[in-house]
Nanobody, 124 residues
Framework: QSQLVESGGGLVQPGGSLILSCAASGFTLTDYSLAWFRQAPGKAREAVSA????????YYADAVKGRFTMSRDSAVNTMYLHMSSLKPEDTAVYYC?????????????????WGQGTQVTVSA
């Protein structure tokens, strides 16, 4: 059974850092393109970062460039989102996702597998 399990969310003060993890089972992450999305209350789900399975090319939303970094570790079949200089507007439920292909889509409807979501709250 293919599954993504997220961890690492929580409450952090503005300017702080968090690392989100997404462990995969049932398939190998390096075979596919990966992404992190987020959804704030009353807003649409949006792509934060994505990385291709083909050559590792990466996408970052303008709102997080220079602050967030996405990575993957093939040894433990896990993807990560390193978040720093966090702002209150980063508050959202964060989801990891897998696209069973080698392109770099940014629309949520194009992704095939999803994690359960983890809450990130940035507040003083």
């Amino acid at each position: 059974q293919s599954q993504l399990v997220e961890s690492g969310g929580g409450l952090v003060q503005p300017g702080g850092s968090l690392i989100l993890s997404c462990a995969a089972s049932g398939f190998t992450l390096t075979d596919y393109s990966l992404a992190w999305f987020r959804q704030a209350p009353g807003k649409a789900r949006e792509a934060v970062s994505a990385i291709t399975g083909r050559d590792g090319s990466a996408y970052y939303a303008d709102a997080v460039k220079g602050r967030f970094t996405m990575s993957r570790d093939s040894a433990v079949n896990t993807m990560y989102l390193h978040m720093s200089s966090l702002k209150p507007e980063d508050t959202a439920v964060y989801y990891c996702a897998v696209f069973k292909g080698l392109l770099l889509p940014t629309r949520p409807q194009e992704y095939d597998y999803w994690g359960q979501g983890t809450q990130v709250t940035v507040s003083a």
